[in-house]
């Protein structure tokens, strides 16, 4: 565990471990849950589709395609334990592929409409 005050700043890196210098990260979607195992219900959204959803979310540059740094204001769930769980899925692109999903950024994604 890392332990952190509330509102104080939370700061991520994640890094692809790969020979190939051509490869570039993306940051998809990132959740918060105040439980290991349920990332659905009771879930608190900090990126979604690329799209940020959390005001304190902060990208920082960074010198290389295949370090991805970010941060947040850490937060508790109201009425549970004081630790909230991470999730984040990650898109691994070739640099330079303007189609792939890493030059598509934030992706606003319609709900279907049910049928009766």
Do not use: W
């Amino acid at each position: 565990p890392y332990y952190v005050g509330i509102n104080q700043n939370l700061y991520l890196q994640a890094s692809l471990h790969s020979s190939d210098p051509m490869l570039q990260l993306f940051l998809d979607t990132c959740v918060a849950s105040p439980t290991p195992h349920n990332f659905t219900r009771g879930s608190y959204t900090i990126i979604e589709n690329g799209c940020v959803k959390d005001p304190t979310y902060t990208e920082y540059s960074s010198p290389y395609r295949h370090i991805l740094r970010f941060r947040f204001n850490a937060f508790q769930f109201i009425r549970s334990n004081p630790e909230v769980y991470l999730q984040c899925e990650l898109v691994v692109c070739r640099a330079y592929d303007y189609s792939s999903r890493c030059y598509q950024g934030c992706v606003h994604r319609s709900k279907r409409e049910a049928s009766s």
